[in-house]
């Protein structure tokens, strides 16, 4: 059997899993599990068998004490995040491996895998691939897991070795970008670090759709590249050849790499941070020659608009999340409202507008009313073109909808 680091045996951790304590669901709470939805709140909770801590393994029980499945235990409003909808090992290897196979086919399907344009992807996406609180981006031949809860970064050595089997190949190494993610008293204990395959590049230069991009995994927002919006970067090469395009919130220059290689004449990108505006100045030149001209602004994007009177052919509005909870949706609210009203005034007549928003409470009807009441501010008639959402790589469970988290208009600007 493998050792882990830290000298912690297979066997164990299977005797630990013996040992899980079990969560009991009070009367009509099972429904949602049974709907196969992978959180159990704290208020389904009838009684506790056991004293689990954060990040332990638990069994979930209906009334009747039939088990509901596996999942990992946190003290808060999401009580457990389900693994499984049975009764499973997840101190099993071969319960991972099974795991990423089945997200590894998923993105097989979708035509993502050994793509001569494409070697970059989302190969895990939470609950959209039942594996609740783990995301896992492949950048050409490594992986880059981040874990958003305790008990999936304690599995994180297990998790690594099934990557390198479910995607022997194609893998050669794992790092763990989790720190960053995780709760601070815990995450004052971690380290991001190799954790299969050894120390390599600590980055690489990606192709999407035949445009190159830099990625540090180390340093990097995220795991280090926003591949939630490649569909939506490749449909905004319809839109640019010969015109005037300014990307905010440019982060690497995505957006404006695809517009430079389409064709159009001028690109203005702008984010407040300066790191980000080299690197986008960096993947500008990695995809030349390019017939346009580009220039890069660090500066914050509302005073951007306020200060500047140009206008432009087409506008990318693409901020980081402004809401990470409901307490603060209603300031998101206000937040998107006064942006794409203040963006609405830079798109010339005739003019586009790809605007979108990644926080997950606000859903893509609030959005949709949001950019209205903007459009309405600023007395402009808007049509919407497209409906925009993440990346098939992205996959959102029919039973989990709230993994929708990207929301994304094109929209007509008169």
Known sequence: MPVFHGSIHYSDMKSKQLEMPGIYLRPGKEVPVQRFHPWVFSGAIHHMEGTPLDGDLVRVFDRNKACLGV??????SIAVRLLAFEDADPTEPAFWVSKIERALQKRVAAGLVSRSDTNCFRLVHGEG???????VDCYSDTAVLQCHSIGMHRQRELIAMAILEA???MIVRVYDKSKEA?????????????LQGGAGADGTIVSEFGIRFQVDWVTGQKTGFFLDQRENRKLLERYVPGKTVLNTFCYTGGFSCYALRAGA????SVDVSAKAMLLTEQNAALNEPYTGEHQGFT?????????RDEVYDVVVVDPPAFAKNMNKRHN??????RLNAAALQHVAPGGIMFTFSCSQVVDRELFYHTIAAAALEVGRPVSVLHHLTQGPDHPVSMFHPEGAYL???VLYVE
């Open 71 to 76: 999942g990992h235990f946190h003290h808060g």
């Open 129 to 135: 691939d039942e594996l609740s609180g783990l995301i």
């Open 167 to 169: 995607c022997a190949g």
């Open 182 to 194: 995780l709760p601070g008293n815990y995450a004052a204990t971690c380290t991001n670090q190799y």
């Open 265 to 268: 004449r001028l690109v203005h």
């Open 299 to 307: 500066a914050d994007v509302l005073r951007f608009f306020k200060e």
């Open 332 to 337: 998101a609210v206000q937040g998107y409202k």
């Open 407 to 409: 929301k994304g208009l």
